[in-house]
């Protein structure tokens, strides 16, 4: 595996490849990108992870500084499921100007749910794996569906932009109770931890729900909030959603719940689909 810093050794190292396969993370790495380079493995002769923790997508006062920054192990796991290449451009690398010029996804997509709560989040988003793409020039890129409004954002603006680029999602990773692996579990205390199960249990209630025929999702979304509310989370949305475009569904579409919340200080997110 070649750990690469420079956008010219990337494309040195990748050049006379026919099929990348890519996998952008920030690192702080656990089995759940470690599923998606297991995935990206099968999909190209070579296959890039990227480490880089962006700040264009984090809000003043959310956790940049904080993010935990683990090359080196990060390194050592990517070796361990063979990973072709790492790039862990530095900021000065990725952005040797302020980015002027940033991708500003439709309202209508970026500006709920998560982007309600994190304004400029997709916006962020989208231009970093826009660049990294550009750095990159895969053929494929995986993502997790733990993000789903992100993987749903990036498949819009990759058809939209015709970028020659097949997007490929792979399921979310669980612990043993069914907490969703997150590289910010970590800054959960031991208690919060036994108790963060709480909201993939609420996710699932509203599935099982729906599955067995209940309609009336506001009522379902409602009750999910006050449950975590009781137990004294502070959640954000907890809704039930068209997986194509997270509007609000009919009966017999395919649906995915998805939340997030806050336990403590930390803010988990989740995605169920039905
Ligand atoms: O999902 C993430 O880790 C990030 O949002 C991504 C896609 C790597 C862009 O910084």
């Known amino acids: ?57 984090f809000a003043p006062g959310e956790d940049f500084d904080t993010y935990p920054r683990t090359l080196e192990a990060d390194c050592v796991q990517l070796r361990a499921v063979g990973c072709g290449v790492v790039f862990a451009p530095s900021e000065r690398e990725l952005y040797p100007q302020a980015q002027g010029f940033t991708i500003q996804p439709p309202a209508e997509l970026a500006d709920i749910f998560e982007g309600e709560f994190r304004p400029g989040f997709f916006a962020g988003v989208c231009t970093v794996v826009q660049k990294l793409f550009g750095c990159v020039q895969p053929s494929v890129a995986v993502f ?29 990773i669980r612990a043993a109770d069914g907490l969703a692996l997150s590289s910010r579990n970590a800054y959960l205390s031991p208690a919060e931890r036994r108790e963060a199960v709480q909201l993939p249990m609420a996710l699932a209630a509203i599935a099982s729900a729906l599955r067995s025929g209940e309609t009336d999702v506001p009522a379902l979304e409602s009750e999910a909030m006050q449950s975590l509310a009781v137990r004294g989370w502070r959640p954000d949305y907890l809704v039930a959603r068209r997986r194509s475009d997270l509007q609000p569904g009919r009966p017999g579409e395919a649906m995915v719940v998805l939340g997030a919340a806050r336990l403590g200080a930390t803010r988990l997110i989740d995605s169920v689909e039905v």
């Open 1 to 57: 595996m070649h750990v690469v810093h420079t956008i010219a050794e990337l494309r040195a190292r990748l050049a006379g490849y026919r099929c990348v396969s890519f996998v952008p993370t920030m690192g702080s790495l656990h089995e759940g990108h470690l599923a998606l380079v297991h995935q990206a493995r099968t999909l190209g002769d070579v296959t890039v992870a990227s480490i880089f923790v962006n700040r264009l997508q």
């Open 144 to 172: 997790g569906k733990k993000d789903y409004q992100q993987q749903m954002i990036v498949r819009r603006m990759v058809q939209q932009f015709a970028l020659p680029i097949e997007i490929v999602t792979v399921d979310t």
